[in-house]
């Protein structure tokens, strides 16, 4: 993939990690650094034989123009995982608001798109093999369209409008990067992502919306322990009680007390299995729990099974 700069030319990449974003590499990746006169540009990419993925972060210091090439053809999706690109094309616009994914098949990726100073920039790009994304199985009238037009050699968008990628796909693709050759994680992403676009969940929010609704999202994660009332979260974000509820489940597909839920869960299921000195009761008290008595209804009624099966199975159920 060549990365170019409107007034500087093609960045020049060295393979190097910044230590700002050092909490970003992939493991095994083919990570590489561009230090230009206007920005910081952080690039990883992570190849298999089913399916590959880049990560590219941009931090810049002076507003730039982007040149993005990649030969084609390519079956795959883009996630703006932090801020909002107005990419443009040899067809029109694509304005991918921070969450939304595109999922398309082109013959080749040639856009351009501006970056503003001062802001940080998170891109997360997959590409699939087409015999993969059949092996994964998945029934859809809307994925099988898209397949069909495929095969017919045609330029092809899964959707025609922006959707929000939701809590469970956001956390699948972080899974993913931190797992990048699991298989099954990676269908896992891809599953999630054509659910996602099943439902169709095309409400638009302003970008202070969204912005707001990403500050409420990582507060909850910081401290899952931490209970922050509707109220108070509101408040710390900008908002009020009405829209940080109703907002939040337009970005996320869920409220922020099922969130708050869904992450203490997500973190015992961590700890269960990579802290086996702790106990059932200390996991359910360090995740926000009073006690084990509140804890094990609340993550059977998520995961099916009990704290202690969960653990005697090692995770695998």
């Given at each position: 993939m060549d990365i170019?700069?409107?007034?500087?030319?093609?960045?020049?990449?060295?393979p190097q990690v910044p230590a700002e974003l050092a909490y970003l590499k992939i493991p095994g990746s083919k990570a590489l650094t561009a230090i230009e006169p206007f920005a910081k540009v952080f690039y990883q990419k992570y190849e298999t034989d089913d399916y590959c993925f880049w990560l590219t972060a941009y931090h810049p210091n002076a507003d730039q123009e982007i040149y993005i090439?990649?030969?084609?053809?390519?079956?795959?999706?883009?996630?703006?995982?932090k801020q909002h690109i107005r990419y443009r094309y040899d067809l029109g616009e694509l304005y991918i608001k921070q969450g939304q994914f595109v999922f398309a098949h082109c013959p080749v990726i040639d856009t351009k798109f501006n970056i503003k100073s001062g802001h940080e920039y998170f891109v997360f790009d997959m590409c699939l093999n087409l015999d993969f994304i059949k092996s994964v199985g998945i029934e859809n009238e809307l994925l099988g369209r898209f397949l069909r037009q495929i095969e017919e050699g045609k330029r092809a968008f899964l959707l025609d409008t922006?959707?929000?990628s939701g809590a469970l796909l956001l956390d699948?693709?972080?899974?993913?990067?931190?797992r990048p050759a699991d298989k099954k994680a990676a269908s896992a992403v891809l599953t999630l992502l054509i659910q996602v676009a099943e439902q169709r969940n095309g409400i638009d929010l302003p970008e202070y919306k969204i912005e707001r609704m990403y500050q409420a999202r990582e507060i909850i994660r910081q401290d899952v322990a931490r209970h922050v009332?509707?109220?108070?979260?509101?408040?710390?974000?900008?908002?009020?009680?009405r829209d940080l509820k109703t907002d939040f489940v337009k970005v996320f597909a869920m409220p922020p007390c099922q969130f708050l839920q869904y992450e203490r869960i997500k973190t015992a299921k961590t700890l269960l299995i990579e802290e086996p000195q702790m106990s059932v009761d200390e996991i359910a008290v360090k995740v926000g729990?009073?006690?084990?008595?509140?804890?094990?209804?609340?993550?059977?009624g998520n995961v099916g099974v009990t704290p202690s099966f969960w653990r005697k199975r090692g995770g695998n159920i």
């Open positions: 170019v700069s409107a007034t500087f030319g093609p960045l020049n990449f060295k090439h990649r030969e084609g053809p390519y079956i795959g999706f883009k996630v703006v995982l922006m959707v929000q699948a693709i972080e899974y993913l990067l931190g009332s509707n109220h108070d979260l509101a408040r710390m974000v900008g908002t009020n009680s729990f009073r006690n084990s008595a509140a804890f094990d209804p609340a993550f059977k």
